[in-house]
């Protein structure tokens, strides 16, 4: 069983920055394949961003590219999320997300993901 508590979250000002974390509760975290979603009311679940296991792989929705970065430190179980100029589109639950195929690729499919946290909110006013 993987925990993943995620926390950062809060209240921003377009253009402004949030860091959103993701600790993870089991040391074979630094296995695996992390990955950010959100999900605005009335909207699907949507991919952000994901990294592999090593940290050297990152993929990005474009919605994002440029603006937030994905990075892991696997001595702290932890997986994070910069978001830099952020838009009010950007408002949404996220969550993170663990693939627990060991040294496996990185995945951009929600649904290939095993464990998840329970979000953290994100709003950003216009």
């Known amino acids: 069983q993987v925990q993943l508590i995620e926390s950062g979250g809060g209240l921003v000002q377009a253009g402004g920055s949030l860091r959103l974390s993701c600790a993870a509760s089991v040391r074979a975290f630094r296995s695996y394949a992390m990955g950010w979603f959100r999900q605005a009311p009335g909207k699907e679940r949507e991919f952000v961003a994901a990294?592999?296991?090593?940290?050297?792989?990152?993929y990005y929705a474009d919605s994002v590219k440029g603006r937030f970065t994905i990075s892991r430190d696997n001595a702290k179980n932890t997986v994070y999320l910069q978001m830099n100029s952020l838009e009010p589109e950007d408002t949404a639950v996220y969550y993170c997300?663990?693939?627990?195929?060991?040294?496996?690729?990185?995945?951009?499919?929600?649904?290939?993901?095993?464990?998840w946290g329970q979000g953290t909110q994100v709003t950003v006013s216009s």
């Open positions: 990294i592999s296991w090593s940290g050297s792989s990152t």
């Open positions: 997300g663990a693939d627990t195929l060991r040294w496996g690729p990185v995945k951009t499919e929600g649904d290939e993901y095993d464990y």
